[in-house]
């Protein structure tokens, strides 16, 4: 008796059933296999998303810009003014402007039949003559215009370039452009209009 074994009357061991029986393993084996690398990859990424955490999605705040503040320092002093000038239009800055006022000379201690005791500084000097029977009276005013100061005199005239009046009180007084302010003369206690306005002209040429 024979030790190989014989197949059962009524099985099918033709090559060609022997072939799709093999196939059909095949294609189980495979599918089996895309089941668990399936299973695998959604393993690894539910894996990372859980170590990635909520932070790791979380985009981090912005920084917020600091408010600027205001300062108390002193602004910087503006640049002077520039004008253009030339034909090529090059900026040239503007020159200050310069004081109106004029320098007043120191007032001569003597004049004609006049002098004054002192050095004759001040905006009003009186001088007396050498008898202390009459005075003459100059007062240098700064600015001003004759015509504001001979407003309220009366009988107003102008004697050799000097405008001379009379005031409410009855007293002479003459007004003059002189030094870039008005020069004001009075002189008393005897004198006619045209005598004071003479002897303010005489002061006038030696205040130089």
Known sequence: MSENKRPDPGQDTSPQSLRESNIGLIVVLFLILVVGIGSGVWWVLRNGQELLGPEASTSAPLPQPTPTQATS???????????????????????????????????????GDFEVKGTGSGDTVTYWTAKKDRFFIIGHLPGGSVEAYTKGLKGVKSIGGITCGTNDFGGYE?????????????????????????????????WK
């Open 73 to 111: 320092e002193p602004q910087e002093p503006a640049t002077p003014t520039q004008v253009t000038s030339g034909p090529r239009g090059s900026a040239t800055p503007t020159p200050p402007r310069a004081s109106s006022r004029q320098p007043v000379p120191i007032k001569p201690r003597k004049f």
């Open 174 to 206: 003459c007004f003059s452009q002189v030094h870039g302010g008005v020069g004001r003369t009075t002189m008393g206690p005897s004198g006619t209009l045209d005598e004071l306005a003479e002897i303010s002209r005489t002061f006038y040429e030696a």
